[in-house]
């Protein structure tokens, strides 16, 4: 079957940084995705990373490991604001996305 | 540019009872996705449309269908409501058919069924 793992919740300091990790198992892969989902709002798009490697987006980075079917969020100089669940999906061989349960990041002052 | 509208946001219904949700997509975005989200869980994919036909569909049974409009809007129905549909229910839409590679959704902020 197809599976995602990531953890359910981390806890982390303002000012801090922070890695989150998702692990894979897919039918083919046509890339991963990172969202942002604020409690009671819609996700919103992070990044996306296809080729090996890390794709670095401001305090945000994303980095792939397609042989090993690893994936890690890295957030930089933690904000309160920061405090989401963060989603990983991954995009199968029909391109249809397969979604994490999300990781709750809980920022403490 | 607006983005993507859903409603009702919140609603109560009782098992075995119908259910239209709708959905107006980004400006410029020409197909449709449907997700259900149970508390605590990531999205689960329940289908997509594109220029009006389903296109791919998740594991879900045929009491759940769909519509998309000409002007793309779509909405969701569900038919003969059970307790587990309970969930938040996510629109997302993108710029081309989602099946063709990297696509970035934009999603809705949902609408929040109960089933009593």
């Known amino acids: 079957g197809q599976n995602i793992d990531q953890p359910t919740e981390m806890t982390a300091t303002e000012g801090a940084i922070v890695q989150i990790n998702c692990t894979y198992q897919?039918?083919?892969?046509?890339?991963l995705f990172w969202y942002q989902q604020h409690a009671g709002e819609a996700p919103t798009f992070l990044s996306y990373?296809?080729l090996d490697g890390l794709e670095e987006k401001g305090r945000f980075s994303s980095f792939l490991s397609r042989s090993k079917g690893y994936s890690y969020l890295l957030l930089k100089e933690l904000q309160m604001k920061d405090s989401a669940s963060y989603l990983c999906?991954?995009?199968?061989?029909?391109?249809?996305?397969?979604w994490g349960a999300g990781t709750k990041l809980i920022i403490k002052p | 540019e607006t983005g993507v509208t859903q409603s009702p946001t919140h609603l109560i219904k009782t098992r075995g009872q119908q259910v239209t949700l709708r959905c107006s997509s980004q400006?410029?975005?020409?197909?449709v996705s449907w997700y259900q989200q149970a508390l605590g869980q990531g999205p689960q994919f329940i289908f997509q449309?594109?220029?009006?036909?389903?296109?791919g569909r998740g594991n879900f049974p045929p009491r759940f269908s769909g519509l998309q409009f000409p002007n793309y809007s779509s909405e969701l129905n569900v038919n003969a409501l059970e307790l587990d549909d309970s969930a938040l229910y996510l629109c997302?839409?993108?710029?081309?058919?989602?099946?063709?590679?990297?696509?970035?959704?934009?999603f809705g902020a949902g609408s929040r069924l109960t089933v009593l």
């Open positions: 997302a839409s993108s710029p081309v058919d989602s099946f063709s590679g990297a696509n970035v959704l934009t």
């Open positions: 400006s410029g975005h020409n197909t």
């Open positions: 449309y594109y220029r009006e036909e389903e296109n």
């Open positions: 897919t039918s083919g892969f046509n890339g």
């Open positions: 990373n296809v």
């Open positions: 999906a991954v995009s199968d061989s029909n391109y249809q996305l397969i």
